[in-house]
């Protein structure tokens, strides 16, 4: 295959190694130095888990759209837009409508009656040490699956984009971002980490924006043009603005699409990473205004990554794309280089630099985010909770969430060394379908069914996160296909990639029947504190 | 100052939480008209609010699949009838949050802060 963009690309990264390796190195030591700073102001509790509950719902909505918008959303969207066109453009709608559930039936009530942890809330009515237990186990679970797809993410990224590629560099990669992010949350903590996330979140939008600019003044700010010229380009034709092109080839593809649809609208709102990001403000009308601003700004993110995806279709070769990397993640930051002058061209080369510094910073705070909520959730619900039975002091628990922070983070580093040629792009699909299972139902029937009770609640956690990860066992992503994690054997029957069409509805369904069927009372007390609390927020602090 | 702090009760209240109201007097409330009308303006408008942008999502999503032929109809240019409707959902989630947003500052939080307050001074 003739690539004369791509080895220019890589010449380009080689020789301006230096550029992009300055950057990060200025990213990386803004955020230590903001990092020391909040770790000095972090002393309770609150200060920990919660940031201070100061953050204005500017600030949050920033930060939540930093924890939101990861390498994935940026590197794969418009990479799946250039290869796939329309397709690819589908999943940021998802990605955005989901934002409504979270705004209309979530973020206010959760801010008004809990404090710390998804855990807070679910086990408010229920007997705190087996909900507890499960709220920590399905948190740990999601967070878990979404930080491996960041860090193996990580990996490929900068292989691609430095020319790194042999695997002790990979290798040291993760551990690198590893590291970072076990200093970010364990000194930082939510402080820190806010921070870290307000400022990718601007680098974000900034060189979003910038490329974005550049593309629409190629094609004259004539949207028909831009997509007339990918589409000619793509070989495809007009296909490429229809659907169809990735999901559209057999029923079965279809009905993944309709599960991944369903997943991605119904997965964020049970995100523990984004749940816990509602108790760093004050009230809940500063909870509403920044679930707000995060609508905003990832709207208008997503809006961009569709100019990003379809102008790397116009500009670049179909051949050069999927050569560089088969997923297409690596379309962005070669559409950067050919706005920018083309290879060699040094105005291309700083491109190239920019954004793929603001892809590490992505992934950092990312990464940072679902530490902290894994790490908090193993803190408060597991350790002082369930195995101190609600006798651990403040500090006991800071600390302990400090050590879970080093353990997940020891955990996550191995676990992405391991995973860094595997297909991870089912991880974080995989991550909404746990938290869209055993989650949302879970949140939805403790704020508003006052029958709900603590058989419901173990059976919609853990039915919902079991079914889920079976299903994905048992699916293609697992074995049995070319793309599969292991090509060489093959034990799938779950015919789909995504299990949100059968656990999702399944999670709902046993949360309903564990109420109805056990014998326990519910506790109306507790509902009635809890009811009047998330809509009041009477005692809210 | 959190060496001194005694064991939260049962995990879910701090050392340092204003007064809380009794449990009798949560249920009092949660009985009472003022908190049934704040309930009902809540769920009245984001349930069926959550119930219809899901359905207007299910059917754009369901259009994708299986309306291939309707959603490549060109409008202008090479703007067609999917791109359209996939900017639509952008619109429609804008349109909502705004909705939802003045709903909120107007019906509930006046409500809710009525109660919030009364119950704080009572308790």
């Known amino acids: 295959m003739s690539t004369p963009v791509l080895l220019a690309a890589g010449n380009a990264t080689t020789e301006h190694r230096p550029l992009i390796i300055a950057l990060f190195g200025a990213f990386v030591v803004a955020t230590l130095v903001i990092t020391v700073w909040a770790g000095r102001q972090t002393r309770s509790a609150a200060d920990f888990y919660a940031g201070g509950r100061q953050f204005t719902g500017f600030q949050n909505g920033l930060a939540i759209s930093g924890d939101y918008m990861s390498a994935a959303s940026f ?9 796939f066109g329309y397709d690819g453009f589908l999943y940021s709608i998802g990605f955005l409508v989901a934002w409504l559930v979270a705004l209309l039936l979530v973020a206010e009530p959760l801010r008004n009656s809990g404090r710390f942890t998804m855990g807070d809330v679910l086990a408010y009515r229920m007997r705190q040490r087996p909900v507890r237990t499960a709220a920590g186990t399905s948190t740990i679970v999601v967070s878990i699956f979404y930080l491996l797809a960041q860090m193996a993410g990580a990996g490929v990224l900068v292989s691609l984009l430095l020319g790194i590629t042999s695997d002790g560099g990979k290798v040291a990669i993760v551990a690198l971002v590893g590291l970072l992010m076990i200093v970010y949350v364990t000194i930082g903590g939510m402080k820190g980490t806010t921070w870290v996330q307000m400022v990718k979140a601007v680098l974000l939008i900034a060189g979003t924006l910038l490329i974005t600019f550049l593309i629409l003044l190629k094609f004259h700010f004539n949207v028909s043009e831009l997509l007339g010229a990918a589409a000619t380009n793509s070989g495809k034709g007009a ?10 080839a057999t029923a079965t593809s279809k009905l993944d699409f309709l599960s991944l649809g369903i997943a991605l609208v119904l997965g964020t709102a049970g995100l523990p990473h984004i749940l816990i990001r509602f108790y760093t403000v004050p009230t809940a009308k500063a909870a509403r205004k920044s679930v707000n601003w995060a609508i905003g700004i990832i709207g208008a993110f997503y809006l961009m990554t569709i100019v990003l995806g379809f102008g790397a279709a116009a500009l670049l070769k179909n051949g050069d794309i999927v050569a560089s990397n088969k997923a297409g993640n690596t379309a962005a930051p070669l559409a950067a280089l050919e706005i920018g002058g083309g290879a060699g061209s040094t105005g291309g080369a700083i491109l190239l630099a920019v954004i793929s510094a ?21 803190a408060h619900d597991i350790y002082a909770n369930v195995i101190r039975r609600g006798k651990a002091t403040e500090q006991e628990e800071v600390r302990a969430a400090r050590w879970a922070t080093v353990l997940i983070g020891v955990v996550s580093i191995a676990l992405g060394a391991l995973a860094r040629d595997l297909n991870v792009a089912g991880l974080v699909a995989l991550a909404f379908a746990v938290a869209a299972s055993a989650n949302l139902p879970t949140i939805l029937y403790s704020l508003f069914w006052k029958r709900f009770t603590t058989r419901g609640a173990l059976w919609s956690i853990y039915g919902g996160l079991i079914s889920a990860v079976v299903l994905v066992v048992f699916s293609p992503v697992v074995s049995g296909k070319p793309t599969s994690m292991f090509k060489t054997v093959d034990f799938y029957w779950f015919p789909l990639e995504n299990p949100g069409l059968v656990s999702i509805p399944l999670g709902f369904l046993l949360g309903w029947l564990g109420s109805v069927l056990s014998k326990e009372e519910p506790d109306k007390g507790k509902y009635a504190e809890l009811e009047v609390k998330s809509l009041t927020g009477v005692g809210a602090h | 100052m959190a060496t001194e702090a005694p064991p939260p009760r049962n995990g879910t209240e701090t050392a340092h939480a204003p007064a809380s109201p009794t449990t009798e007097q949560f249920v009092e409330v949660q009985e009472g008209a003022e908190f049934g009308e704040l309930r009902r303006t809540h769920r009245s408008f984001a349930f069926p609010l959550t119930l219809a942008f899901i359905a207007w999502y299910l059917l754009y999503v369901l259009l994708s699949n299986y309306a291939g032929d309707f959603m490549g109809t060109k409008l202008f240019g090479n703007v067609n009838v999917a791109l359209v409707l996939g900017l639509g959902q952008f619109a429609t989630t804008f349109l909502i949050a705004w909705l939802y947003s003045r709903h909120a500052a107007n019906r509930l939080d006046p409500k809710a802060e009525a109660i919030k307050h009364r119950m704080e001074a009572d308790a």
Do not use: D, H, R
């Open chain 1, 358 to 378: 603001v892809a590490f910073a992505t992934i950092l705070a990312v990464v940072a985010g679902l530490t902290l909520a894994s790490s908090s959730s193993f």
């Open chain 1, 239 to 248: 296909a490429f603005l229809e659907p169809g092109l990735k999901y559209g």
């Open chain 1, 75 to 83: 590197l794969g969207i418009a990479g799946a837009i250039a290869l």
